[in-house]
């Protein structure tokens, strides 16, 4: 009879293990936020850009993260930037200058190192990324009309990590 016993216990521990070594482990996972997250790509495309088709004329890009913020232009009333951050700050560094009454489009590009594994948030104004995990992009777009400041959070705990101003000036 204590064989038995035993016998039972050790197939019932055996059985608790193979199950504690099989569950997943890490934080829960966060509601999705209301921006498209992508797949970060040195091709990818700002979430509402369409597929590419061949028209024959050149293609146009958003500028790389390492220069001054300057908009690209496709006419009077759009101007595109593209950040790209960590905890610590965001390049290129300053104030997003634009002119009032433009569309403005802000891709957010969160670095994959030197971020908490929770992402960053980008709040201000008329602007809300929503979650971006590490190694992700949100692209948001907003019509200009007065100056505000986006702050960056983290999004679990709302720790503000910097700000980054937005002017608007008359053209």
């Keep these: 009879m204590p064989k038995l016993f035993i016998g039972i216990v050790v197939i019932v521990l ?11 482990q890490g934080p829960p996972p966060e509601p999705s936020p209301e921006i498209t997250e992508e797949t970060p790509s040195p091709t990818a495309l700002p979430a509402t850009a369409s597929p590419p088709t061949d028209t024959g004329a050149p ?10 913020p300057v908009p690209t232009s496709t006419g009077p009333a759009t101007e595109a930037f593209s950040i790209t951050a960590d905890d610590d700050t965001y390049t290129p560094s300053g104030p997003i200058v634009v002119t009032a009454g433009s569309t403005v489009t802000i891709r957010f590009h969160v670095s994959a190192e030197n971020v908490y594994y929770g992402g960053l948030e980008f709040r201000g104004g008329p602007v809300d990324s929503g979650t971006i995990k590490p190694g992700g992009n949100a692209t948001v777009s907003f019509t200009a009309t007065e100056d505000f400041t986006i702050t960056a959070y983290w999004p ?8 980054i101003p937005v002017i608007v000036q008359e053209s």
């Design 14 to 24: 055996v059985a608790f293990g193979g199950y504690a070594l099989t569950r997943k």
């Design 156 to 163: 679990a705990s709302g720790v503000i990590k910097y700000r």
């Design 59 to 68: 293609e146009a890009t958003l500028p790389p993260a390492s220069e001054t």
